[in-house]
């Protein structure tokens, strides 16, 4: 039986393949164009809105699939999935946290676009789609140890969580990024984006089974899932600080040599050569 090799690559946006300042993505755009022409998926995993990936897809036609609000929800080829809890369990939770804690507190979907935008430097109009959330909601605080606790604590007893990412702590229901990465390898394949295989190939002499090799990049605690889910993890170092500890123990962690679209450029591209170049060894030992 003959094996071919087909790739996906899952990434976080915010600090990994978009800048931490200004969410541009132009240093990372050899690798991109090095992924269309090998027509491997790209999907993008986020805390991000539906509203604002679709927003960013119209606009440059980056991925193949989009997952957005940390696994809540899932999108390919305009079908929408959402695994997440309902908008009226995370309003229930963020308003017994509001009571409990000891610090003023808002959150994207309860304040106005305009202070989202001060928050996250997002424009007006970028702020508005953030708002657009189903199943998640970022809070907008400056809490002691104390009141994460508390707020854990109480999302908890909504069987919710609370998440820090990059920038916020995120209150969100059980699905996370590696749950949604799972699922959308199996829709993947359903659409026939990624090959599954022919069987056992038996009486076939021409058969082939397509081993699929999973890479995911991401800077953060909330990408720890998608990252442990993942053949090849990449790590993407803070752009500002010292130097990031290893979020987990991979069998095959690789820590980006920059931070943001430039390291994410940079890893890539070094996996893909290390790829291709075992598929061309493979090719001369058994073709």
């Known amino acids: 039986m003959q094996q071919t090799r087909t790739i996906a690559i899952f990434t976080d946006l915010d600090g990994t393949l978009l800048d931490h300042d200004d969410y541009r993505w132009d240093a990372a755009r050899p690798a991109i164009e090095r992924i269309r022409s090998l027509s491997i998926p790209l999907i993008a995993v986020s805390s991000k809105t539906l509203a604002e990936l679709d927003h960013i897809q119209m606009n440059y036609g980056l991925f193949d699939g989009l997952i957005g609000e940390n696994g809540g929800v899932i999108s390919l080829d305009g079908e929408v999935e959402q695994p997440g809890p309902s908008s009226q369990t995370i309003d229930s939770a963020r308003d017994a946290i509001i009571a409990a804690v000891n610090v003023p507190l808002g959150s994207f979907r309860t304040v106005p676009p305009e202070m989202i935008a001060t928050e996250t430097g997002l424009t007006l109009d970028d702020a508005i789609r953030a708002g657009q959330r189903h199943c998640s909601d970022p809070l907008i605080w400056q809490p002691s140890e104390q009141d994460i606790e508390i707020a854990t604590d109480i999302a908890s007893q909504f069987s919710l969580k609370l998440v820090k990412g990059g920038r916020f702590h995120t209150l969100c229901g059980p699905s996370n990024k590696g749950a949604a990465m799972k699922r959308m390898?199996?829709?993947?394949?359903?659409?026939?984006?990624?090959?599954?295989?022919?069987?056992?190939?038996?009486?076939?002499?021409?058969?082939?089974?397509?081993?699929?090799?999973?890479?995911?990049?991401?800077?953060?605690?909330?990408?720890?899932?998608?990252?442990?889910?993942?053949?090849?993890?990449?790590?993407?170092?803070?752009?500002?600080?010292?130097?990031?500890?290893?979020?987990?123990?991979?069998?095959?962690?690789?820590?980006?040599?920059?931070?943001?679209?430039?390291?994410?450029?940079?890893?890539?591209?070094?996996?893909?050569?290390?790829?291709?170049?075992?598929?061309?060894?493979?090719?001369?030992?058994?073709?």
């Open 185 to 287: 390898l199996e829709r993947l394949v359903v659409s026939g984006r990624l090959g599954a295989g022919d069987g056992d190939g038996a009486g076939d002499t021409h058969a082939t089974k397509t081993a699929i090799t999973t890479i995911a990049l991401g800077d953060s605690a909330n990408d720890i899932p998608m990252l442990a889910a993942a053949d090849i993890a990449v790590q993407i170092p803070p752009k500002r600080g010292i130097r990031s500890e290893p979020l987990l123990t991979h069998s095959d962690l690789r820590i980006a040599p920059y931070p943001g679209p430039e390291g994410w450029n940079a890893a890539l591209q070094s996996i893909l050569d290390q790829i291709i170049n075992t598929n061309k060894k493979s090719e001369v030992l058994h073709g």
